[in-house]
C-alpha cells in the first residue's frame, strides 16, 4: 500500500495538490473531536484540505488504489532562510504500523470489550443507605440464585430526631430474600459501614466475610448487644485471595482510607468482573507504609470490568487529597506551641491519626491519657492486633492526670462531632468527673463535621472557647485531611479499571452526579452510567443496565443508651411537640342535659405564652359550649359517647387553633360523662 504526497508551504500558507485516502483516515481516528483544532502538517490535515481529491476503494479486498501522478505544483516553504523540500512520503509498512497500532490503542482502552455479550445471566445491584446521604452504607448483590449483603452501616439523625442517637437501615429487602443472601462482606470498620451490623443479627444471621480489625470491631459491638455466641458467623479474608460466596467469587484489595485494613472488592460474577471500590484515596505515603494495590486494579482492568462501584463523596474536590502523613507535620507544629495539657479529639476509628498522636506525645515526654469508651475500646483493640506498638508505659488512666505536669499530659478523646454525651462535650461543659478544663489547656480536634453535625460542632467550639481554652481547629489547614478520593484519585481509579458501566456510590445527588461527569472525562460513555437512590434496584447485563424496580428503604432510630428502637410515631411526636406545642382538655359532660358540668380544664404547652393562658381557655370553654349545643348525646354505650366526642372536640379546637395561631399541635381531649 502505498499515499505519497507532497507538500511545499509559502510561510504559514500550505497548498495539498494530491490524492489522500479518507476513508482510512476517518478509520485511524474515528473521534471526530479529536485533533480538531490541529493546523500541523498531519495526515489528518493533510486529508482535510479542501483541494485533496478522493481515492477511489475497493470495498472487496479492502486495498487502497494506489494514486502515482503528483502534483509537480509545490509551494516553497522557507526554513532557515533558505527554500526547501519537505518530504512527507508515507510507505506503506508504516502506514500498516499505524493501523495496527490504532487496533492495540482501542483494545487497550477498551478491554470491556472482551467480555462476552452471548451470557444471558443478569445480576442485580440494590443499594439500601448511602446515596442521598453521608453514611449509612449497604447494599445488595444478586444473581439468579444467590446474593451478599456489602457492609451494614449506621447515620447520624438530624437536629429534628429528638432523643435519638443513630439511624439504622430498615432491613425489610433482606428479610424478603433472606434465602438467597449467602453472607455478609464488610470493606472496612468505619461505623458508617458496620455500626448497624448487631441490629441486623438480631433478626437475620449470615456468614460475615472482613479483614481481622473489621471484625474485631464488629465482634466488640456483639459484646456490647449480648451477641457473643455469633462470633462463630464470622470468616477472617486474606487479600489477594477469591472466596466463593454463592455465585460469586470475592477478592479483598489493600485501600488506602482514613482507618486500617481498608478494601475494595474485586467481584467475579457469572456475567463479568464488578469492581466496588468501597471508601478510598490514594495516599502514597501512608502511615503504614502499605499503599493502593493499584495493581490489582490494572489486573482486573486489563482482563475487562464489566462495572464500576465507585466512592463519590469527595468528587467535588479538584486535585488530590493529601496523604494522611500531612497531619502529623501538623501535630509537630501544635505540640511544640503548647504550654500546658494537650487534648486531642478525632474520630475513634481514625487508628493513623490517634497514633500519629500518640508518637508526638510520646516524643515530646507526656504521659498518654485514653478518655472515652469507643476510643478506649478501638485503641485496646488495635494495640491488641499490633496496628498502635506504643509501649503500655506510656499510658496512665484518667484519676492518674493530677499526679503530673500539665506540660507532661496529652488526652486522646472523643467527641469531634459535638456529641452531647461524648467526652470533649462534657469537659466543655464542666461535667466530666476527672478532666476540669484550663486556661493553660490546648485542644485539637482533628476532624471535620460531618454533615448534619456542622450546628452541634459549632456549639463545641463556643463552649469551649468560653472555657478559656487554646482551641486548634480549621486554621491549620493540615489538622485535618479527608479519608476520601478527589477527583484525580477518582480518574486514576477510572482509568486502570476502564469499566464498561459505571454506578457512582456513597454520596448525596450532587456527589455521585459530579463523579459521573468525571467518569464521562474519563471515557466513560454516558449511556452507560446510572445515578441511583436509595431502592433502585439496577438491573446489569453484559449489553445493558436498567432500573428495574424500587424497594422499600427507610431508617429505624436506635438510642444508644440502651440499644433499642424507637419507634418512629414517638420521634414524630417529640418533633411535633418541639415545633408545634401541646393542649390538654379535661371536659365532664352531664348525659341529661348535654352540658358541662363544670368549667373545662384547658392546658397548653408550647403553643402560648404564660400571660394569654386565660384567654386562650376562656376560647376553648366557647368552643365546646358551642359544639354541645348542636350535638345531641346518646343515652347509651357511655365510653363509645365519650370516644365520638373526643374526637368531634380534637378536630373543632384544631381548626380554631389554625385559625388563629397557625399551628397543629398535639391535642388531648378527655371527656367524662357523668
Not at 465507585?310 to 468528587?315: A, I, L, Q, V
Not at 347509651?636 to 368531634?648: F, L, R
Request: with cysteine.
Amino acid at each position: 500500500m502505498e499515499n505519497n504526497k507532497e507538500i511545499q508551504g509559502n510561510n504559514n500558507n500550505g497548498n495539498i495538490n494530491n490524492k489522500e485516502n479518507t476513508e482510512h483516515n476517518r478509520r485511524r481516528n474515528p473521534n471526530p473531536y479529536r485533533n480538531k483544532n490541529n493546523n500541523t502538517n498531519s495526515v489528518e490535515a493533510q486529508a482535510n484540505s479542501k483541494n485533496d481529491k478522493k481515492p477511489t476503494h475497493n470495498r472487496d479486498n479492502k486495498n487502497f488504489n494506489r494514486n502515482r501522478n503528483q502534483s509537480r505544483n509545490n509551494n516553497n516553504q522557507r526554513r532557515n532562510g533558505r527554500r526547501v523540500k519537505i518530504d512527507t512520503t508515507v510507505p506503506a509498512d508504516m502506514r500498516a504500523a499505524i493501523i495496527e497500532n490504532e487496533k492495540v490503542q482501542q483494545e487497550r482502552m477498551n478491554p470491556w470489550k472482551r467480555i462476552s455479550l452471548a451470557s444471558k445471566g443478569k445480576l442485580r445491584f440494590t443499594p439500601l443507605g448511602g446515596l442521598g446521604e453521608i453514611g449509612g452504607n449497604i447494599a445488595v448483590l444478586e444473581s439468579e440464585n444467590s446474593a451478599f449483603v456489602i457492609d451494614v452501616g449506621m447515620s447520624f439523625p438530624d437536629e429534628t430526631m429528638h432523643g435519638v442517637d443513630i439511624l439504622v437501615p430498615d432491613f425489610s429487602y433482606l428479610h424478603a430474600i433472606k434465602d438467597k443472601i449467602k453472607g455478609i462482606v464488610i470493606t472496612h470498620a468505619h461505623e458508617d459501614h458496620i455500626g448497624a451490623v448487631p441490629y441486623l443479627f438480631k433478626e437475620l444471621k449470615f456468614p460475615i466475610y472482613g479483614t481481622p480489625l473489621a471484625l474485631a470491631m464488629i465482634g466488640n459491638k456483639f459484646d456490647e448487644h449480648g451477641l457473643q455466641a455469633d462470633k462463630k458467623y464470622f470468616r477472617y479474608i486474606i487479600k489477594r485471595k477469591q472466596y466463593n460466596i454463592g455465585d460469586f467469587k470475592i477478592e479483598w484489595m489493600h485501600m488506602t482510607h482514613s482507618i486500617v485494613d481498608a478494601c475494595s472488592l474485586a467481584i467475579e460474577t457469572p456475567i463479568g468482573t464488578i469492581i466496588h471500590t468501597a471508601d478510598f484515596k490514594i495516599d502514597h505515603t501512608p502511615i503504614d507504609g502499605y499503599t493502593a494495590d493499584l495493581h490489582r486494579f490494572a489486573y482486573y482492568g486489563s482482563k475487562g470490568v464489566l462495572c464500576l462501584f465507585s466512592d463519590s463523596t469527595n468528587s467535588h474536590n479538584p486535585g488530590f487529597t493529601k496523604s494522611e502523613s500531612v497531619v502529623g507535620k501538623t501535630f509537630d507544629t501544635l505540640f511544640e506551641k503548647a504550654t500546658g495539657r494537650v487534648i486531642m479529639s478525632t474520630f475513634s476509628s481514625n487508628v493513623h491519626r490517634i497514633f500519629q498522636a500518640m508518637e508526638r506525645g510520646v516524643k515530646h515526654n507526656r504521659k498518654i491519657c485514653v478518655i472515652g469508651r469507643s476510643m478506649e475500646r478501638n485503641i485496646e483493640t488495635t494495640r491488641r492486633l499490633g496496628y498502635i506498638d506504643i509501649d503500655d508505659r506510656h499510658f496512665i488512666e484518667p484519676h492518674e492526670v493530677n499526679r503530673y505536669r500539665d506540660d507532661e499530659i496529652l488526652v486522646v478523646t472523643t467527641g469531634s462531632q459535638g456529641e452531647t454525651m461524648a467526652a470533649l462535650s462534657r469537659m466543655a461543659t464542666d461535667e466530666h468527673r476527672q478532666i476540669k478544663l484550663k486556661p493553660t489547656d490546648t485542644v485539637i480536634i482533628s476532624a471535620s463535621a460531618i454533615p448534619g453535625n456542622e450546628a452541634s460542632v459549632s456549639k463545641l467550639m463556643n463552649l469551649l472557647l468560653k472555657a478559656g481554652v487554646t482551641v486548634r481547629y480549621k486554621e491549620f489547614s493540615d489538622i485535618h485531611v479527608s479519608g476520601h478520593a478527589s477527583q484525580e484519585e477518582q480518574k486514576l481509579i477510572l482509568r486502570l479499571v476502564q469499566p464498561k458501566f459505571f454506578l457512582p456510590v456513597h454520596g448525596e445527588y450532587n456527589h455521585i452526579k459530579a463523579h459521573a461527569q468525571t467518569a464521562v472525562s474519563c471515557g466513560v460513555d454516558e449511556r452507560n452510567i446510572l445515578l441511583m437512590s436509595d431502592g433502585d434496584q439496577i438491573e446489569i447485563t453484559p449489553k445493558y443496565i436498567k432500573k428495574a424496580k424500587t424497594v422499600k428503604t427507610g431508617k429505624r432510630y436506635i438510642d444508644n443508651q440502651n440499644n433499642k428502637e424507637i419507634y418512629s410515631d414517638v420521634v414524630d411526636e417529640r418533633q411535633k411537640l418541639s415545633t408545634e406545642g401541646i393542649v390538654n382538655v379535661v371536659v365532664q359532660i352531664s348525659e341529661q342535659t348535654g352540658k358541662l358540668v363544670n368549667k373545662p380544664v384547658v392546658m397548653s404547652h408550647g403553643l402560648v405564652p404564660d400571660k394569654e393562658d386565660k384567654r386562650f381557655a376562656s376560647s376553648i370553654e366557647q368552643l365546646i359550649e358551642e359544639y354541645l349545643i348542636h350535638t345531641k348525646l346518646e343515652q347509651s354505650a357511655n365510653a363509645k359517647n365519650a370516644k365520638v366526642i373526643e374526637d368531634d372536640l380534637r378536630n373543632v379546637i384544631r381548626k380554631h387553633i389554625l385559625r388563629h395561631y397557625k399551628k397543629y399541635p398535639i391535642i388531648l381531649p378527655t371527656v367524662f360523662l357523668v
